[in-house]
């Protein structure tokens, strides 16, 4: 739809051009509008077929898992959460292996296609409980793109033609078993055998019908089935006005001065409360100080144009008109949202240096120069992959017997095969920090599978160099959307026992052994090295509480940004909630 020549959007509730009301009502499409015997043919052979078509809200990758006997399979989903144009919200899986739907992001249109109820059967993961409420997997998917639709369907429908070759074994195996049970039981002779053939006729050609029906039931079905996704692949998002949900979301995007709604910089009227961006009482609302300022000056003219004479007052009118218009011409531009945004992310950036010095036992002390840093980042893109590696390994046994003799007499050869199945997230996500920079940010799998665009991540890093060579150190990486957080590394845990410490150990119980042996006396030497053994004990102790005492002073501004960030979160997340 349209008003004054520009185009209305679903949230629209007044025109941006002239400010007047929309009376429309306006809604978006679903598939069946469009194709209302979408369903007619599949519903023949899945009578509770349905499809879903909604944004995607939320998405985890995650795995499931199954042991039989030696094998180890894995396989890779997407739990999505996906919102309908209702507000009706389904939550589901769908595969994860398939590369069109490696780089799913938020706001992304996808239609799920459920023919019958399919349930997983493997167990989830570890990270999977408590997230993955259901063991349902949709069917079909189809993934609306700006570009165009693309599509998966599940194996779960795959059926294989009967074979005749296994049949007709089959039927020799049941004549046989025929001819011994009617000779057995009667004085035929040969005509046993004539009868265990008929028998098994009789029984195999009905069996291999039926098998054949089957097929061609599960044959239709199928093709049904993708004759339904295809259909719903020529269906785009902007056929369904999913592009018509919501303004798109531009940079230099503002707030109404008068309902606060985000809106674009260069609208001349608000879509929800109708209020012109360019009234002077509103921009004076947003500049609280800026009017103030002109209350005073007002003010102060009024009194003089009480005292003065009427050409006074008429050169104190002229002052206040130039007073009255000074205010609009001299008003400062409102900030941006996102210069607001990057404004809150730049309070969580965190920088400090100090020297860190290692200290050892039985060796100088290394000093290096430390450094912490912390920052904030938003979240802007994300590419998957799901890696599949599948592999059967095939293991050959020998067995020999002896004799009496010990001589091999004969050997036994046993081969044994297992498959091993694993599926990976690997890829890469593009990030904005606190500068507007943007760049790619690694993260851990386990992080990465729950992060979607428009997350926030506070990431700290630590880092020790020396003579040009240094060493980092990831020291967390916290999903503050989603409240998770890993902490793979840490500066703690450097530390070595050097060569040198190693050889004085040597030679201390070198030389308490030698000691002991040309004096012929034990107690002495081992009361020595005994000795000598608690005193670096004790110094080892020491040098560790000093070491980690140090590591931590090092950290602890960035661990200090990272406490206060996971105590307010809700805070924060709410102020940056408005600025999405």
């Not at 018509?244 to 985000?262: K, M, N, Y």
Request: hydrophobic content about 35%; proline content about 3%; some cysteine.
């Amino acid at each position: 739809m349209h008003h004054c020549g520009n185009a209305l959007y679903l949230q629209d509730k007044f025109c941006t051009q002239c400010g007047e009301g929309i009376q429309e009502t306006r809604k978006l499409l679903t598939l069946t509008d469009l194709e209302p015997e979408l369903l007619t043919d599949l519903s023949q052979s899945c009578p509770d077929a349905k499809v879903f078509t909604g944004r995607l809200t939320r998405s985890f990758h995650y795995k499931r898992h199954n042991t039989g006997g030696n094998d180890s399979i894995t396989y890779s989903y997407w739990w999505i959460t996906l919102e309908s144009t209702e507000g009706e919200i389904k939550q589901i899986s769908i595969n994860a292996e398939n590369k069109a739907f490696n780089s799913l992001k938020v706001g992304d249109v996808i239609t799920l296609l459920e023919p019958t109820s399919i349930s997983l059967t493997y167990k989830l993961n570890s990270a999977a409980k408590g997230i993955v409420t259901n063991d349902q997997l949709a069917g079909g998917v189809i993934l609306h793109n700006d570009d165009g639709q693309v599509s998966t369907m599940t194996n779960h429908y795959d059926c294989s033609k009967p074979s005749i070759v296994g049949t007709f074994f089959f039927g020799l195996l049941l004549a046989f078993i025929a001819t011994a049970i009617v000779a057995g039981v009667s004085d035929l002779g040969d005509g046993s055998i004539v009868m265990g053939i008929f028998i098994s006729i009789a029984c195999m050609v009905p069996w291999y019908n039926a098998s054949l029906n089957n097929f061609h039931k599960c044959h239709a079905r199928k093709e049904s089935i993708k004759a339904t996704i295809a259909k719903i692949l020529e269906v785009s998002k902007y056929q369904l006005g999913f592009h018509r949900v919501e303004r798109p979301s531009l940079d230099d995007d503002i707030f109404c001065a008068g309902c606060e709604s985000r809106i674009q910089a260069n609208l001349g009227y608000c879509p929800h409360c109708g209020e012109s961006q360019s009234s002077p009482a509103k921009v004076l609302q947003a500049q609280p100080d800026l009017e103030a300022e002109f209350d005073t000056v007002s003010n102060m003219d009024a009194e003089m144009s009480a005292d003065t004479s009427v050409a006074m007052s008429a050169t104190a009118d002229t002052q206040l008109q130039v007073c009255e218009t000074e205010p609009e011409a001299q008003t400062p531009a409102r900030k941006s949202i996102r210069e607001m945004r990057l404004e809150k992310m730049k309070e969580f950036y965190v920088s400090h240096k100090q020297d860190f010095i290692y200290r050892y036992v039985l060796r100088t002390n290394e000093k290096f120069d430390g450094s912490a840093w912390c920052y904030m980042v938003q979240v802007t893109d994300r590419n998957m992959n799901t890696s599949v590696s599948d592999v059967t390994h095939t293991e050959t046994i020998r067995t020999d017997y002896k004799n009496r003799y010990g001589n091999v007499v004969d050997s036994k050869y046993e081969t044994h095969s297992y498959r091993v199945r694993d599926s990976k997230l690997n890829g890469k996500i593009t990030v904005e920090d606190e500068l507007g920079e943007v760049f790619e940010q690694w993260l851990p799998e386990s992080l990465m599978s729950h992060t979607d665009v428009g997350d926030y991540l506070l990431i700290g890093y630590s880092r020790r160099e020396r003579n040009d060579r240094y060493r980092r150190y990831g020291e967390y990486y916290y999903n503050i959307s989603k409240g998770r957080w890993e902490m793979p590394e840490s500066i703690h845990e450097y530390g070595e026992t050097s060569m040198w410490a190693k050889f004085i150990v040597f030679l201390a119980a070198a030389g308490c052994s030698a000691l002991a042996y040309y004096t012929r006396q034990w107690e002495l030497p081992t009361g020595l090295f005994g000795a000598f053994i608690t005193a670096v004990f004790v110094k080892s102790w020491l040098t560790d509480k000093a070491n980690n005492a140090n590591a931590h002073e090092l950290i602890k501004p960035i661990m200090d940004t990272l406490y206060r960030v996971r105590d307010n979160k809700q805070e924060i997340l709410a102020y940056l909630a408005k600025l999405k």
